[in-house]
């Protein structure tokens, strides 16, 4: 099929040029960017960088009124509900029913997308086994923890078999070992299924070496490449201290950043 | 497919419908929307207490209420009633728009509330378009309204407060699911604009008691012109009075057809008023403060 075609040569997500206002204040302000299928591209911020506005452009909560964002080659504003249905999002709040099951909050998502009781039911369970959680398929959400709780977020986001899956901070508030699993979860989703993944966090290290980069800071996009670009770019070994002097090197006068949003004004 | 013969579906080796961008069919619609109710009526069952407080609060006006003024408020004959009829037995139509007014407003707040915990994102990154999504919570609300409606009418029932002919219960459907569409699209409404309810009391006192109480529910609409005409003009204009006034005739097997006429146009509008609110482009979620508004 031609449209699997289109879509396999299409990155997972591809934003670009997309700037974003509320009144005066540009959340976002000229921002490109791709997410390659099969690869780990971490979104790395400060808060308030535009991460969750970013976020909420692509998954359609609003819409961006200038540029183009494309889900597996779908843009969100010709096609919504063809780049949505290719779409799985984890969002940083909480967004499972506490008082129903594990699987009743899977087959609520699964009829969100159209999918009928019995296939899945069969989804559920089979994304549930992969994170690990099948056996608690039958409890309240309320009875797990913090971490599972992320995982059955993630085992739902993948429920309609998505192309791009959204994380938003998905690890804030969670203990060291919580963190590693969820991550570890996510990097075997891209090896065996191909995916792409946009990780958005302030945390550097989550990063590893083959990971792609997109630095967002007051809106804007500091850097796309390595990790070791970030390296080169913050003149540090340390990517915490490579990535805090990138961010600083943004407020000095003068600079090649600073000098596009002049022309930009 | 039954718990038990499950097999284990690595999703490596994806199954054909996995990969391409599936197109959102009828049945898929079907799904949708069945699902969305469902979800409502099980969070409806599960939160007993909700259900409780939605018997319960009319059945105090019914109890205690009615019957302390049964012998102040006297009722004269007026359409649909062709006999002098019980003060309980006139309330009992405000009554049951008072528990739908309620529950339209609980499951705005639940909206609100949905948006602040995240689920409302949820349900808004499903590719069925926005307008079918929040059609869909609507008639999720009007079943939960209906289940209360009925278990309400059911209690009064006993306590002797019927309409002429069973047919009543019957007749009385259509009109129950128009007043629901109307007060639920007005929660509906109501969420979108609203960032934030704090708590339920400011939406009582703003919302609820005005109303409530500027309407035909309580007491005829004559009355209140004898007392004071500006009051009677508001109350008259007040689209819960033609909620109240269609469950009222409807009950008798009767159709008001100016009430039919209010309780239609305002809950179009409220819904539409809604679907514009929330849609993604021309709403109102991406031109009000930062995404924390809308988280």
Not at chain 1, 124 to 132: K, N, T, W
Not at chain 2, 170 to 180: E, W
Not at chain 2, 208 to 216: D, E, K, Q, V, Y
Not at chain 2, 269 to 277: E, P, Q, S, T, V
């Amino acid at each position: 099929m031609s449209e699997i075609a289109a879509e396999t040569r299409a990155p997972a997500l591809r934003v670009s040029g997309v700037t974003h206002a509320f009144g005066a204040k540009k959340a976002l302000d000229d921002v490109s960017l791709t997410a390659p299928s099969g690869a780990f591209t971490a979104l790395l911020g400060l808060n308030g960088a535009g991460k969750t506005t970013l976020f909420s452009l692509i998954t359609r909560l609003y819409e961006n009124r200038s540029g183009a964002i494309a889900v597996l080659g779908h843009d969100v504003r010709q096609q919504p509900s063809r780049a949505l249905s290719r779409l799985g999002v984890v969002f940083q709040s909480r967004t499972l029913d506490l008082e129903l099951s594990v699987l009743q909050n899977l087959l609520y998502h699964a009829a969100l997308h159209g999918i009928g009781r019995s296939e899945a039911r069969r989804r559920s369970l089979a994304v549930l086994e992969r994170v690990g959680l099948a056996a608690r398929a039958k409890e309240k959400v309320r009875a797990l923890s913090g971490g599972q709780m992320r995982r059955v977020e993630i085992a739902r986001a993948l429920l309609h078999g998505p192309g791009l899956l959204l994380l938003d901070e998905p690890t804030v508030g969670l203990d060291i070992g919580s963190r590693r699993a969820i991550l570890d979860e996510v990097r075997r989703l891209i090896d065996d299924d191909g995916i792409g993944v946009l990780w958005a966090t302030h945390l550097v290290d989550e990063i590893e070496a083959a990971d792609r980069v997109v630095v967002l800071h007051k809106g804007r996009v500091l850097l796309e490449g390595r990790i070791d670009d970030l390296r080169a770019r913050g003149g540090s070994e340390d990517v915490g201290t490579a990535f805090m002097a990138a961010v600083a090197e943004t407020e000095r006068p003068n600079t090649a950043a600073e000098r596009k949003t002049d022309t930009a004004a | 497919m039954s718990l038990v013969d499950r097999a284990p579906v690595a999703l490596s080796e994806r199954s054909p419908d996995f990969l391409p961008a599936r197109d959102v069919s009828f049945g898929g619609y079907l799904v949708c929307m069945g699902g969305i109710v469902w979800r409502e009526s099980l969070r409806f069952v599960h939160q007993r207490g909700r259900f409780l407080s939605a018997l319960v609060r009319p059945l105090v006006w019914l109890f205690i209420f009615a019957a302390g003024f049964r012998a102040t408020l006297g009722v004269s004959i007026i359409p649909p009633y062709e006999t002098y009829v019980l003060y309980e037995v006139y309330i009992a139509p405000g009554l049951i728009a008072m528990i739908q007014l309620f529950n339209g407003l609980q499951s705005s707040l639940s909206m609100v509330y949905d948006r602040e915990v995240g689920a409302m994102r949820i349900l808004l990154v499903s590719p069925y378009p926005r307008w079918f999504l929040l059609v869909s919570k609507l008639v999720a609300g009007v079943a939960v309204s209906l289940l209360q409606a009925y278990a309400f009418l059911a209690v009064a029932y006993f306590w002797d407060v019927q309409p002429d002919s069973l047919w009543g219960y019957l007749t009385v459907l259509p009109a129950l699911i128009l007043s629901g569409l109307m007060l639920g699209a007005m929660g509906l409404a109501m969420s979108s604009i609203f960032k934030q309810l704090e708590n339920f009391a400011s939406v009582m006192n703003f919302v609820i008691f005005p109303m409530f109480f500027a309407s035909s529910a309580l007491y005829p609409l004559w009355r209140i012109q004898q007392a004071n005409v500006l009051l009677w003009h508001i109350c008259s204009y007040n689209p819960f009075t033609h909620a109240v006034e269609l469950i009222r005739f409807a009950l008798y097997g009767q159709v008001e057809w100016t009430s039919l006429a209010v309780v239609s146009g305002f809950g179009a509008a409220c819904l539409l008023a809604a679907i514009y609110a929330y849609d993604p482009s021309a709403g109102l979620t991406g031109r009000r403060g930062g995404p924390d508004a809308a988280k």
